[in-house]
């Protein structure tokens, strides 16, 4: 039997029910955009398959009304909380004129949506780290009781803007937390390949501010940090930097063949640890999850997918010369 | 009309828009305590405290970055880079984030960010504190690049610069902040990115030109003004997106035409104005569209006798436009 461990975190069984939900939604709809990119219905799939519980439990721990996020392209999790819906979701993968991201400019997951505080991202990694130090830079001028919340991968760790943004964070004590995914690969080139140093959260010395490793499987254990950081931003003891741990459970892309640089076994092993399961058997045990809840969220969930998938593919695309708007104010 | 330098037309045109929209902040190197290694920012970071005039990290791609987020939370950030040349690290920052903002968003997201950098050479200033950047940044659609000539025009153009929607690269000429001087009015103005201006109206030859030469052209045309060669100056002041009317009318007026740049020649922004001069006035002129720039080497040596060499003059001006008149 389980040990209830989110009662003392605050959080009521409503809310964690929530969180699986929504960890849920983010696997289901990343599950059906690769059937769609199979069946050749849509041009690309990135995953956030291994990474919903860092994603959710960190979006949790923040202000889901006020906050605002830089997110990275694994980010379903983190969107769906912030308030982006499936059917939205759904209009970025059949890039379509509806979609909220750019009105299908961008390949899916280059997320944004300003009226949920998402940052529009592009695909050049590692570039929304300092705009996050930016937001919270004028959070800080302005007294605003918010925070930004940034992430990216441990590959990413390694691009000048994550030393230049954390150290910008650190030297003027801004109200950022960066949390790092390490999902052990980026693209094909494991962690070990990547990090001179064994764990991401130890980079957070050179910056002045607190690091921590966390279960990144765990959503509990990633919303209990996240919260704590939050709360030290918030009073004014500037930024934290978070590696949450997890794996990446697909190929990198639709475009990537990952048999081609790890074992099956590696990725099967993983498989033992995934959150959805994991996190689905916390709450069973706890009886929150009963058997009749969850066929009710799985068949909400699937109807929801149907709902957003029939939509976004009956969606018009923009004009073509729709191509030509919005290069500067109209 | 109170007279004042170039460089105190930058500071004044920041002063005023700090007073008027507090939402305005400066950030860079140097530019808070001291008052910036020009000394453009000198005393806004007494008059509007430290947060409003941040000295930053010694790192471009964050005084870029910094600034687009702010930007996007809706500052009116104005990030200075201590000199074009180190403007580099923060290409990805530029070029991937504040000039695609609003376009790969949609129109969701914007960035009115400013980012003022000196250029220019002159001022043995070597390889790395001679360049010029602009040709870098000029075919990236989403971006504004202004450069002044005048110091009436920078008070009105970095005026607008900020109080635009989308990011506006500002260049400065170093060599111009202490040389040129003019009357600057003491009232509000903003004058209109995108529009070139005629400084010098002539009917012999047209010359096109931006920035520091503006002022060596005007030198030139005076000179020939003396031996009956009148001289038509169109400044291009924004260098991206071009006016490319006021260049059309420019060209056809005397269907000769001088484009000048301190800039290397290839790739050069005068290569997109006799691009456009080619499709458009081909039947209006008179002789071969002739260019005059720095030579094609990686930038502006030290030795005073090879920075001479580079750097355009009234002189170097001066020859090349009588040889057009006389063609």
């Not at chain 1, 910056?207 to 966390?214: D, F, K, L, Q, S």
């Not at chain 2, 002022?215 to 045309?221: I, T």
């Not at chain 2, 000179?223 to 009148?230: D, F, N, P, R, S």
Request: net charge negative.
């Amino acid at each position: 039997m389980a040990t209830n461990r989110h009662e003392e975190l605050g959080l009521s069984n409503e809310q964690v029910l929530e969180m699986y939900k929504t960890m849920l939604l983010a696997r289901k709809l990343d599950e059906r955009m690769w059937l769609l990119n199979r069946a050749g219905k849509i041009p690309f799939v990135i995953s956030c398959q291994g990474q919903e519980a860092a994603q959710v439990g960190a979006a949790f721990a923040l202000n889901r009304m006020e906050d605002y996020v830089a997110p990275y392209y694994r980010d379903m999790g983190v969107v769906l909380a912030f308030g982006m819906t499936a059917k939205e979701l759904m209009l970025s993968a059949f890039a379509k004129a509806e979609d909220p991201n750019s009105g299908g400019r961008q390949m899916p997951s280059h997320f944004g949506q300003k009226k949920n505080r998402i940052l529009t991202g592009s695909s050049p990694v590692t570039t929304q780290v300092p705009h996050a130090v930016g937001v919270a830079l004028a959070a800080k001028m302005e007294n605003k009781k918010i925070v930004s919340f940034v992430t990216l991968g441990e590959g990413s760790s390694n691009q000048g803007d994550f030393h230049e943004g954390l150290n910008f964070a650190g030297v003027h004590k801004l109200p950022v937390i960066t949390m790092v995914e390490n999902n052990k690969y980026a693209i094909s080139v494991p962690s070990e390949k990547q990090l001179g140093n064994e764990k991401v959260s130890d980079r957070a010395l050179g910056y002045g501010m607190p690091g921590y490793t966390v279960d990144g499987n765990d959503p509990l254990e990633v919303y209990k940090v996240v919260k704590e950081a939050r709360e030290r931003a918030l009073k004014g003891e500037g930024a934290t930097l978070v590696e949450a741990v997890s794996y990446r459970l697909t190929a990198h892309s639709s475009d990537d063949d990952d048999r081609a640089y790890r074992d099956k076994e590696e990725v099967d092993e993983a498989k033992k640890l995934d959150s959805i399961f994991t996190f689905a058997f916390y709450l069973k045990e706890l009886g929150i999850l009963t058997e009749e809840i969850e066929i009710e969220i799985t068949n909400e969930i699937v109807a929801i997918v149907n709902e957003a998938t029939d939509y976004a593919e009956n969606a018009p695309y923009a004009l073509p010369e729709d191509a030509l708007k919005y290069v500067y104010e109209e | 009309m109170p007279v004042m330098s170039y460089i105190q037309a930058v500071t004044t045109a920041l002063r005023e828009e700090m007073q008027r929209d507090e939402k305005v902040f400066i950030l860079g190197e140097d530019v808070g305590k001291k008052g910036g290694v020009f000394k453009a920012t000198e005393g806004l970071y007494d008059q509007f405290g430290e947060y409003r005039v941040l000295d930053t990290p010694l790192a471009e791609s964050a005084i870029a970055g910094v600034g687009i987020g702010a930007a996007m939370y809706g500052m009116r950030p104005v990030a200075e880079m201590q000199f074009a040349d180190f403007i580099m690290p923060a290409v990805n920052q530029i070029i991937s984030e504040a000039a695609r903002i609003r376009y790969r968003s949609n129109n969701d997201w914007n960035c009115p960010i400013v980012i003022r950098a000196p250029y220019g050479g002159g001022v043995h200033g070597a390889l790395y504190h001679s360049q010029s950047v602009e040709a870098l940044f000029a075919n990236q659609p989403g971006l504004k690049i202004v450069m002044p000539s005048t110091p009436y025009d920078v008070k009105g153009l970095l005026k607008a610069a900020i109080r635009d929607n989308d990011p506006v690269l500002f260049f400065e000429h170093k060599r111009a902040y202490r040389l040129l001087k003019g009357e600057v009015p003491e009232e509000d103005y903003v004058l209109p990115i995108g529009k070139a201006d005629v400084k010098r109206e002539g009917s012999d030859i047209t010359i096109i030109t931006y920035g520091l030469c503006v002022h060596f052209a005007l030198q030139a045309a005076e000179k020939l003004a003396e031996v009956g060669i009148e001289a038509h100056i169109l400044d291009l002041r924004t260098v991206y997106p071009l006016d490319k009317e006021a260049i059309i009318e420019a060209a056809k007026k005397t269907g000769k035409v001088l484009l000048v740049t301190e800039d290397n020649k290839e790739g050069s922004i005068i290569g997109e104005v006799a691009a456009i001069i080619a499709e458009n006035c081909l039947f209006d002129l008179d002789a071969p569209v002739m260019r005059l720039a720095g030579p094609d080497i990686p930038s502006m040596p030290y030795a005073p006798t090879m920075e001479k060499f580079f750097m355009m003059n009234p002189d170097k001006i001066e020859k090349a436009m009588r040889e057009l008149a006389e063609f």
